[in-house]
């Protein structure tokens, strides 16, 4: 095992920058997830970890070591690419054996290493197969054993399970994770899903524009989002904001009930809410509309178990609430957390 640190690294491409003074260190034995939207640097930061891309600035140290200069064979990672990147010409045996032999370990030896490999994905019986007699659960099973056989200090995993359908993507996430759980190798994540970091990753570390808006936990990031981007990126639908002054007031859909719903009581924040529109989803109710009275015309979310005893219609005006510590106040300007609260 060993530890990732990048330390004000920066990635530029022509005149645009892709990476933009990132700040990161992973723990040992730690799943990080880099989480954000298309174009936000997560793959680029990926890439220059892995050594298949140079930083343009900045430092990254795998062990306590700078690996600036080090190629991509000499960083003791392993990485697994959204595509699987699998050999179409050989075997399975021969796409796991492949990173054995070009390491040159002893031909007796690799069948051993690649059973153990295949072993700890369940693929034994697929050795003999070709990449194209695979299904894509297979496949990203392969990728991995492939990753593994080499033992390495750090497990790079860039949006792995994105060409899985939805139903095997959460199988893949919970074998994914245990994986990770029995051999404690540090691993960074890369992807867009917010169900896929919030499911996987120890910390989440959410990037937009090159850079890393906040780092914490999911509960952290989720809870007590950094910035109104973290407030909006995460949740859905995403954290409602609300203008108010100087600053913006943030509260979750799932924290925006009927008043009459509120049954623990504490201190609550009514706001007059004309629902226009109602989506009924299984479990779930999403309410759309505008508030009215002092944040005339906002428009704002609602989410409502199905659980939750209270009746609403598209065309009514009905009060809901927010307990006052679910509310989150932003500044305007910089779009960062306060401790401001509506005059």
């Not at 369940?122 to 099973?141: F, N, V, Y």
């Not at 004309?274 to 009924?280: L, M, S």
Request: positive net charge; glycine residues 10%; contains cysteine.
């Amino acid at each position: 095992m060993a530890t990732v640190e990048a330390r004000r690294v920066s990635k530029q491409f022509g005149d645009v920058r892709a990476v933009d003074g990132v700040d990161l260190s992973t723990r040992e034995g730690e799943f990080l997830v880099l989480l954000g939207p298309s174009g936000c640097g997560k793959t680029t930061l990926l890439r220059m970890i892995a050594g298949l891309e140079r930083p343009t600035g900045g430092e990254i140290l795998i062990g306590g070591q700078v690996v600036n200069d080090l190629p991509p064979r000499a960083r003791r990672i392993a990485m697994v690419f959204q595509s699987y990147a699998l050999y179409p010409h050989m075997s399975v045996f021969r796409n796991i054996a492949f990173p054995l032999k070009a390491a040159g370990m002893p031909r007796a030896e690799i069948p051993q290493k690649v059973e153990w490999a295949a072993a700890l994905f369940g693929i034994e019986r697929l050795l003999e197969r070709k990449p194209r007699q695979l299904s894509g659960g297979e496949r990203q099973r392969v990728a991995l054993a492939r990753a593994v056989v080499r033992e390495p200090a750090v497990f790079l995993l860039d949006e792995p399970l994105s060409n899985l359908d939805a139903k095997l993507r959460a199988s893949a996430r919970d074998e994914l994770q245990q994986f990770q759980r029995r051999i404690g190798t540090t691993t960074i994540y890369v992807t867009h899903d917010q169900v896929e970091a919030m499911g996987l990753g120890d910390r989440i570390a959410v990037m937009e524009g090159g850079r890393v808006r906040q780092i914490g936990t999911p509960a952290e990031v989720y809870d007590e989002p950094a910035d109104t981007f973290v407030a909006g990126f995460l949740g859905s639908p995403p954290t409602n904001l609300v203008e108010a002054a100087d600053v913006l007031v943030g509260f979750r859909p799932e924290h925006f009930l009927p008043r009459e719903a509120h049954t623990d009581g504490g201190n609550l924040t009514t706001l007059p809410f004309h629902i226009t529109r109602v989506e009924y989803l299984g479990a779930d109710r999403i309410l759309y509309g505008a508030l009215e009275g002092r944040f005339e015309g906002a428009r704002v979310v609602a989410r409502l178990a199905t659980t939750v005893e209270a009746k609403v219609q598209a065309g009514r005006t009905q009060d809901f609430a927010v307990r006052a510590r679910e509310l989150k106040f932003f500044d305007k300007v910089t779009g960062l957390r306060t401790t401001a609260r509506v005059p």
